[in-house]
């Protein structure tokens, strides 16, 4: 079967600091990555995703770094607001055409 | 753009009747689509992936006959939960990819919760 988490680590942070939210991955040859938000009650959303022969990329508000030799892909989250509280994934796709794997999810909680 | 809609978004029914849930693309064609499963606190488990007009894939240990599937269009994709229990009470949640050449991120629908009498 497909990766499942056995436990949902969580990251609090003040509102108005920067986030970071890491993310190891299991297969180097991965070529595809990408972050979804998960609201409770709701479906992954679409934040911003990566290719493997980039190693940073930046959207509205948040930056994604891929670091492939030691597998490691974070999302930094700027200026983060409580809007933001949420399970973060992130996936990978380990051969062109796959599906995504999902990693076992972080939960970020934005503090007043 | 990219909106998945799914249908219904919650249901409760007894045990032993079948449930049909159903995934459609909005504004795109969706080659291939994918069933998830999510426990409380858990990732998404795959089920399995749909091409159109073809069977289904299902991922090891998921019953095919339990949870049929059907993707007969390019925008539409079911999954039936076939003679339900409680232990199939689960969040299940489809999300479609389009183009050709299978290098289009996912999009997620917004699941449908499964309670099971």
């Known amino acids: 079967g497909e990766s499942v988490g056995l436990h949902l680590p969580t990251l609090s942070v003040q509102e108005g600091d920067n986030s970071i939210i890491n993310c190891a991955y299991s297969?180097?040859?991965?070529?595809?990555f990408i972050w979804y938000k998960q609201e409770s009650g709701k479906g992954p959303q679409f934040i911003i995703d990566?290719?493997?022969?980039?190693d940073k990329r930046q959207g509205q508000r948040v930056t994604v770094l891929l670091n492939k030799t030691v597998k490691h892909l974070s999302l930094q989250i700027a200026a983060t607001q409580p809007g933001d509280s949420a399970v973060y994934f992130c996936?990978?796709?380990?051969?062109?055409?796959?599906?995504?794997?999902f990693g076992p999810g972080t939960r970020l909680s934005v503090l007043p | 753009g990219a909106v998945v809609s799914q249908h219904p978004s919650w249901v409760i029914c007894k045990s032993g009747t079948s449930v049909k849930i159903e995934c459609r693309s909005l504004?795109?064609?969706?080659?291939?689509m994918f069933w998830y499963r999510q426990f409380p606190k858990q990732s998404l488990m795959l089920m399995a992936t749909?091409?159109?007009?073809?069977?289904?894939?299902?991922e090891q240990g998921v019953e095919k006959d339990k949870f049929l599937i059907n993707h007969a269009s390019l925008t539409l994709s079911t999954l039936t939960v076939t003679s339900a229990h409680p232990e199939d009470s689960s969040f299940y949640i489809c999300?479609?990819?389009?183009?050709?050449?299978?290098?289009?991120?996912?999009?997620f629908g917004d699941g449908t919760r499964l309670s099971i009498l």
């Open positions: 999300s479609a990819r389009g183009g050709l050449t299978g290098d289009q991120p996912q999009h």
């Open positions: 297969n180097s040859a991965s070529d595809y």
């Open positions: 990566i290719r493997s022969n980039m």
């Open positions: 996936a990978e796709r380990r051969r062109y055409g796959q599906n995504f794997v």
């Open positions: 504004d795109f064609q969706a080659t291939t």
């Open positions: 749909s091409n159109e007009g073809s069977k289904a894939t299902y």
